[in-house]
């Protein structure tokens, strides 16, 4: 039996399946119009705290999950596109899915922020809707309603990038992400993590959770209405 090797954290592999879903989600209930508008806000608040605990997670967490570990400057991404040919597999992600992880964190970022600034114009609004300028309300719409197509882009270019290893570079990338181990083959003994830190993924994961709903309940503005 070939021996495997600890890469991908639980905590981490929790927040991207979570995340998957979430967005598929969001995606559907924006679809359903006002039937589904507050669960889509409530998925948007999820959403928020999925970032927050990424990120966090990038900070702190085993190797493999860190920024400093991945994210690549230009001279190893080039030098990573040169060599695109390549077997080799890369222990955590390679400089291409690096780069996917940021500019996913950055779209979804702005379209669930942008959110707690808007309204459907029918019956439910965004947390923060009113407490700023009518100015910024334009843009944060138009941020909502705009960037998920860059979303749906950015998706159709990763699943498109897990099919290309599978078929052309015979990597199977969506497995490791399950189980959270690669073998020995694909990765050196000394590129394994000893644990995925759940503790302390607990710990974050509360303290995220807290966060936004600090965010959203109550920090929120209270926004006087008038009717005459």
Known sequence: MTDKHLIWDLPLRIFHWSFAVTI???WYTAEQGADLV???????????????F??????????HARFSQFVPSPKTLLSYLRKSKSDKTTPGHNPLGAMMVILMI???????ISGLFINDDVFSSGPYYGSISNGLEKIMRLLHH????????AIGLHLAAVAYYWRVK????????????KSAEQVNAVDAIPHS???LACVVAVCCVGFVYWLVVMNAPVIEEFYY
């Open 24 to 26: 598929l989600a969001c």
């Open 38 to 52: 507050e669960i889509h806000m409530k998925l948007g608040f999820v959403a928020i705290t999925l970032i927050v």
């Open 54 to 63: 990424r990120v966090l997670w990038g900070l702190i967490g085993p190797k």
């Open 106 to 112: 950055l779209l979804i970022s702005t379209q669930a």
């Open 146 to 153: 705009n960037t998920f197509d860059f979303m749906i882009a």
């Open 170 to 181: 015979k990597q199977n990338l969506v497995l490791p992400m399950i189980t959270g181990k």
């Open 197 to 199: 830190k759940i503790i």
